[in-house]
């Protein structure tokens, strides 16, 4: 099997990799909801992600032993108004690191394997439908680019058994065309947010519901508290056989997960953020464990 950017990373360069992107910025979730800056305005966050591996979740939902695996990566997302109601965004990847433990054929492991695919940007638009007072509704597309291989990179192994059961693969290959609503009311430091997305996956991959319920509060007027239920969950329409892929980065991915973020603001309208992620019930077919982050964001 074909490995693409690979080397043994031991873990202190491991954790050096992780804090040099922390140490740049980071966050759980970018800024969403039905709102939209005005024309010429617009919002601007960095951020730096850990995923830390604690196990893999089957098509069943029970975790499976598999080597060390962690996900490490710095991202951006803006968000401009180009007009009264109407904004275009963007998500990219800056750099990404996948790094899996390479296990030995009697057992035990070798070292981590370092992956660093080009990430998938994703362009959209968000249109504001309706507003009155502080609540807004809004309709939102947006396209995922696939420029990451679909390539399997690396055999993923039960240390239970020592038998291989999956692939890591990087990228799914397939251009990712969604549709959104979004609603929500906005207080003077308080607001809550709802939205159901449904998601049209190309190349066999089955389609995709997702959706998000969040909300936040603003003490001190500097300090910003968030929390944010969010959903993945794969509809029966494609041709392609299930991923076992601890990236999640494949078909028939499910989860339910939660989102906790606190910021600061800390100079004018930027603030610095520490996130919080984790699954909460039926995630199947992807690394458990938790997702840290650090993030940089502002309003211009």
Known sequence: MGKRNRGSVSAKNFIALF????TLASSTVAQAGPWTPAPGGGYLKVWGRWLLGMGYSDAKGDTRKVGEYHEVGLFAYAEVGLAEAFAITVHAPIWQAFLLEEMK?????????????????????????????GFALALSNTLRIPLASDKAVQAVVDTDSG??????????????????????????????????????R???????????LGGGYTFLGRIGL???????????????????????????????????????R????????????GGLVAVRRQSRGPVISLSVATNF
């Open 19 to 22: 804090l040099l992107s922390a």
């Open 105 to 133: 054929p009697g057992g035990g492991g070798s070292g981590l394997t370092l992956h660093m695919p080009l990430g998938d940007p994703t362009l959209g638009y968000r249109l504001r439908l309706y507003q009155k007072g």
């Open 163 to 200: 038998q291989s059961f999956g692939s890591l693969r990087l990228g799914s290959g397939t251009w990712d065309l969604s549709f959104a609503l979004s609603t929500g009311y906005a207080w003077k430091k308080a607001f809550i947010a709802i939205s159901a997305e449904y998601v049209i």
């Open 202 to 212: 190309g190349a066999g991959y089955d389609h995709d519901l997702r959706w998000s």
């Open 226 to 264: 968030r929390l944010r239920l969010a959903g993945k969950h794969p509809l029966p329409t494609g041709s392609l056989s299930p991923d076992d892929n601890p990236s999640g980065i494949g078909n028939q991915t499910n989860y339910t997960a939660f989102g906790l973020e606190v910021d600061y």
């Open 266 to 277: 800390f100079w004018k309208a930027w603030t610095l953020g520490l996130g919080l992620e």
